[in-house]
């Protein structure tokens, strides 16, 4: 029988030199029998795994036919995608386990809990949540996934059985659906008969924007604690539904590479994080070693990646008390390329892939009281740094929908807080009641509470894989500090979207600060109905109440709609977005009268974005879901490739968003020129500035920083330049409230987020300069001291008329990660008020 097996083994293991096919046996183990009732992943979706790259929709018929045979599997929808394709997650364990899941999920979960002490994990099983492929076109994982799945629902015999009666499995066989369509699609549609290897074949080159991001081109391996993306909102209720001890996460690297496993570069972990979670991670490495030496693959670790930002998959659980594992597979893109460790095929990346998948399993078992009671003593300890006390407020006087949108992470988090009991002033800050809540430290998530709220400034390494700071209430733009306890009232536990009062009809006008996150939602509703608005250049007094500047006036005269319809329909635009639409029966005002020259006539935009080769996908990515989902305001997507052949005069507004080398040429500028000159507006970012400046659109001055290096050796050649890169920080800006790329900001200090080293000369003129980097500009993160100098005192901002139209910049990314809510409203100032600028 023995002689049998290893016959099998060395018959189908061989790749087939010509089309670098493989059975189901390359994946898998070969001691071990599978049972004949569970389908192979062949039987179902047409293919052997590897053949094809897996379509999601492929990937979905089988986990749904794999938990329809097999007794060890639960499958759950847990919702969609923009693209609607389902988020599936399997839970798999033993049948006698899955008969009582709620109630070892109840347990475990009071390992988290005040009450842990007296529990015994050494009856309990352990938590795994494995994940594939977050990045779409690295996709060696979700294929796995379907070897993986196939192999804990088939096998059989003693190994397998301890494992599921030890285990739960929950297994998330894409965690990005939509980039691994787009992906499937690319690499499947290039594939020839004769598989080929040549690295120059269009297979192994996928068109912009790739598969990597999700609908809206975000990275997602960025929003695990934004949580701003549906597939995130799914997995962060997963994982708090089970906290699972281990959480894994399947990537793609460079196809020269070999393959990674965790633990990265230890001095790059973050403080937060206990020593204990990196030894673990080190134990459980051990496990995936022994499985690559027997296998033969080569592998690496420590030498890169980093537990450092907690947005990412395999950082995220190193907060929460369990242990995150980061794995990279040099990627075949295609179906074979050739490489610097001769051809890597697809199917050897996948059982890679599949091989880490079970020695983390192995891992898991073997560790499983040492896990358990890692998590236990991690919240035990949380909980005792915590009961010193103490509370955050946050929020923002003029802005509930703000307030309401961090308070939604806090509660994805399952981060408790409360309203205020009353009323307060501090600081010259004015916290109110429903605009405003009270975050406890002394909880559960105290760790959590630190890394979101924090300010970090010194490090331990001047070397980060990704952001080294992302502070949500200055990312939010919100008024926050230390408060005593004893100002929290009820706790919040129905959280829900701020309502605006009913509007009243007016027989002469209408008034709208510009203050709340949906004002521009709003105005876009009024301005798309057809009706006239004006925007007041100051501010003024009217009926006792104060009008800041930005406010926007809706006259009852001479519009589409008579005076009982305009209250009716902006009565149902307040209700809509939330936003405060006040009545007024006079003119008359203490400041700027409602018929004065200072109220500008605004119009509707009608906007373009450049989107396409060589504009970097995620920054694109970010403007359309802010004005698509955000705003509800049609932005139009216009293609590098064809902006050339382009009618421009349709649009009123033209954003050129941070591209990656030259994304238009110097036709394109003229174009885009003549069309400013006759009234367009142009709003660029980051390295659209040294285009605007060299093709003439707007002149600038931007500083350039001469340095080189003295003793730095070869050896450290790397790190010397890498500690200069700004991989992500927030700093302080000083805002000219009376300009209108300022308006609607209550105060007159905005954190902005840089991950450049743009540094733009401020202008001659003091009122050119309305959004200045401070003296001390940085708040959270990390600088090199000589890049904080340059950017002291420097512009974030600079515009400039060409003909009868504008040219507007901004240094800065002022939509970051869609979790920026602080500064939207900049590039919203730029597309209604770019004309009075
Ligand atoms: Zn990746």
Redesign the pocket.
């Known amino acids: 029988m023995k002689q049998a097996y290893l016959l099998l083994f060395l018959v189908t293991s061989v790749i087939f030199a010509q089309d670098y096919q493989v059975n189901l046996d390359y994946y898998l183990p070969n001691d071990v029998l599978y049972n004949p009732s569970i389908p192979t992943p062949k039987s179902v979706i047409g293919h052997e795994v590897g053949d094809w790259h897996i379509t999601h929709d492929k990937l979905s018929q089988y986990m749904v036919a794999l938990a329809e045979a097999s007794d060890r599997i639960n499958i759950e929808n847990r919702g969609t995608t923009f693209e609607g394709r389902p988020l599936w997650l399997l839970t798999i364990s033993s049948p006698s386990n899955l008969a009582n899941l709620d109630r070892i999920r109840q347990e475990h979960v009071s390992l988290t809990e005040g009450n842990s002490a007296g529990l015994n994990t050494a009856t309990m099983p352990v938590v795994v949540y494995q994940g594939f492929s977050?990045?779409g076109n690295?996709s060696s994982g979700s294929n796995a996934a379907l070897a993986a799945a196939y192999y804990l629902a088939a096998a059989q015999g003693s190994k397998i059985d301890e494992l599921l009666n030890n285990t739960i499995i929950l297994l998330d066989p894409s965690m990005n659906p939509d980039g691994l369509q787009r992906f499937a699609y690319w690499a499947n549609i290039h594939k020839s008969k004769n598989v080929n290897p040549d690295p120059n074949d269009r297979e192994y080159d996928e068109v912009w924007p790739g598969g990597r991001t999700n609908h809206y081109w975000f990275d997602m391996?960025r929003d695990w604690l934004p949580v701003q993306l549906p597939e995130s909102r799914a997995r962060i209720a997963s994982f708090h539904q089970w906290y699972p001890n281990i959480l894994t996460d399947h990537?793609?690297m460079g196809t020269n590479a070999t393959f990674f496993f965790q633990p990265g570069i230890p001095s790059r972990t973050h403080p937060l994080t206990p020593q204990r979670n990196q030894d673990l991670t080190g134990m459980i490495a051990q496990f995936h070693a022994n499985a690559f030496n027997k296998l033969g693959s080569f592998y690496y670790t420590e030498e890169s990646f980093d537990d450092f930002y907690y947005g990412k998959g395999s950082t995220f659980p190193d907060i929460n008390g369990a242990i995150g594992i980061l794995f990279?597979q040099a990627s075949s893109r295609g179906h074979a390329q050739e490489s610097d460790n001769g051809i890597l095929t697809f199917p050897f990346t996948i059982r890679n892939q599949f091989t880490a998948a079970l020695s983390t399993l192995e891992a898991a078992v073997n560790m499983r009281e040492e896990l358990l009671n890692y998590q236990r003593t991690f919240y035990a300890n949380a909980r005792r740094e915590a009961s010193q006390g103490g509370a955050i407020v946050f929020g923002d006087e003029k802005d509930a929908a703000k307030t309401y949108h961090l308070a939604e992470i806090l509660n994805r988090h399952k981060i408790q807080f409360h309203e205020l009991k009353s009323d307060f002033t501090s600081n010259g800050k004015n916290y109110k009641k429903g605009h405003a809540y009270i975050v406890p430290k002394n909880q559960k998530q105290h760790r959590l509470i630190n890394a979101m709220f924090e300010k970090r400034t010194s490090f331990q390494d001047s070397l980060f894989y990704d952001v080294s700071a992302w502070t949500f209430p200055l990312a939010f733009n919100l008024d926050y500090e230390e408060v005593a306890i004893s100002r929290a009232g009820d706790a919040v536990t129905n959280l829900a979207m701020p309502k605006a009062p009913a509007v009243s009809t007016s027989q002469y006008a209408y008034l709208m600060e510009w203050h709340e996150y949906y004002s521009p939602k709003a105005l876009n509703k009024i301005l798309g109905k057809g009706l006239r608005a004006k925007v007041g250049m100051k501010q003024f007094n009217l009926n006792g109440k104060d009008y800041d500047y930005g406010t926007i006036l809706i006259p009852v005269q001479n519009q589409e709609l008579n005076a009982s319809e305009l209250g009716t329909f902006l009565n149902s635009v307040a209700s809509e977005t939330g936003v405060t639409v006040t009545a007024v029966n006079t003119g008359l005002t203490e400041g700027i009268d409602l018929g004065s020259s200072q109220f500008r006539a605004l119009e509707q935009p009608k906007v373009a974005l450049v989107v396409g080769e060589g504009i970097n996908p995620y920054d694109a990515g970010e403007i359309w879901h802010l004005f698509d989902t955000r705003y509800g305001m049609h932005i139009t997507k216009l293609d590098t490739q064809s902006f050339g052949s382009t009618d421009l005069s349709r649009y009123t507004d033209i954003i050129l968003p941070n591209s990656w080398g030259s994304a238009l040429d110097k036709e394109d500028a003229e174009k885009l020129k003549t069309w400013v000159q006759k009234g367009g507006t142009l709003i660029g970012y980051k390295n659209a500035g040294r285009w605007f400046n060299s093709n003439e659109l707007l002149k600038m001055k931007f500083k350039s920083v001469k340095d080189t290096a003295k003793n730095i050796s070869f050896e450290n050649r790397g790190n010397y330049f890498g500690a200069k890169v700004i991989g992500g920080a927030i700093f302080e800006t000083k805002l000219d409230r009376s300009h209108p790329v300022a308006f609607g900001y209550k105060n007159d200090r905005l954190p902005i987020f840089r991950n450049s080293t743009i540094f733009l000369e401020a202008e001659a003129q003091s009122y050119d300069n309305p959004v200045l980097y401070t003296a001390t500009p940085l708040l959270s993160g990390y600088i090199s001291k000589g890049n904080l100098e340059e950017l002291a005192n420097t512009s974030a901002f600079k515009t400039g008329r060409k003909g009868r139209g504008k040219v507007i910049y901004f240094t800065d990314n002022t939509n970051f990660r869609a979790f920026w809510y602080g500064t939207n409203k900049l590039l919203m100032n730029a597309i209604f008020f770019g004309d009075e600028m």
Do not use: K, S, T, V
């Open positions: 977050i990045h690295e391996n990537h793609e990279e």
